[in-house]
């Protein structure tokens, strides 16, 4: 039996894509929120630190901007086709379904090599992040300064400032990442048992302050005086904040493409 394309199936392959462009915006505002907390990280005093854990061999950062970037643009493309479904359902212009469908198939595959670069990075800061940042602490902390001649020193301890962070992993005692570092087996006021952890981990420090930062932070290591979080945890939430929302959008937008897909078939046939 015939099928009129203004009744059911068209109303239906209406509303799918509203939703569509409604998931659109919601990939593009993922997106801006994802690079947003990515480009926070970096500034030009802790560029030299993550220039080396997160943007050379090791492409996370890099790969983490891209993808927030491909979420922008793959949300504008969800709105253009969307709106391409939109307009038919209005004027019906066969030739216009067909190039639909196929931009749809389209945008499936790139749906799918976008979810596997997610879980690329993913994969990519569980297995290599806090490794590097454990050999670059170790090798390169040398002094809880800002003034030092090694750039890698002086980032490490703008990131303790700019993140709220302190080593590598949570600082729960005297003993801690910061053991084996040159500023506590060469030289340093760690080496010399004046301080156990950075001044520049302290609560409430800037370039400013650190240096009159408290004994009961620095040689004490106080509870409540001073950042436990380490900085390997910040780093990951906030490389990987917007993950769940991505990959979610985007297996959403999928399943309703399948639908759309399917729609548009049956549209096409049937005719008035």
Avoid at 38 to 46: K, P, R, Y
Avoid at 238 to 261: A, D, E, F, R
Wanted: negative net charge.
């Amino acid at each position: 039996m015939a099928c009129n394309c203004k009744g059911i199936i068209g109303i239906a392959f209406l509303i799918t894509n509203i939703l569509l462009s409604l998931f659109g915006i919601g990939l593009i505002i993922v997106g801006a929120l994802s690079d947003c907390e990515v480009s926070d990280i970096e500034t030009d005093n802790t560029k030299p630190l993550l220039d080396l854990v997160l943007f050379d061999s090791f492409a996370a950062g890099r790969l983490a901007i891209d993808l927030s970037i491909l979420n922008i643009i793959i949300g504008v493309v969800i709105l253009v086709f969307s709106g391409v479904g939109i307009f038919w359902k209005y004027r019906e212009i066969k030739k216009l379904l067909l190039v639909y469908t196929i931009i749809i198939a389209v945008v499936f595959v790139i749906h799918i090599i976008f979810i596997a670069l997610w879980y690329t990075m993913i994969n990519k800061v569980d297995g290599e992040l806090k490794n590097k940042l454990v050999v670059s602490l170790k090798e390169n902390f040398i002094e809880d300064t800002v003034t030092n001649l090694d750039p890698i020193s002086n980032a490490w301890n703008h990131m303790f400032m700019t993140l709220d962070c302190c080593g590598v992993n949570s600082v729960e005692s005297t003993s801690n990442d910061f053991d084996q570092t040159p500023w506590c087996t060469t030289v340093g006021s760690c080496q010399d048992n004046t301080s156990q952890i950075p001044r520049t981990c302290c609560i409430d420090v800037n370039e400013m302050t650190y240096p009159s930062a408290p004994n009961a932070c620095h040689t004490n290591v106080t509870s409540g005086t001073y950042n436990a979080k380490g900085c390997f945890e910040v780093l990951k939430r906030k490389l990987l904040s917007q993950s769940p929302g991505s990959i979610g959008v985007v297996i959403t937008i999928m399943l309703i493409g399948i639908i759309n897909v399917t729609l548009a078939v049956a549209i096409g046939c049937h005719k008035d």
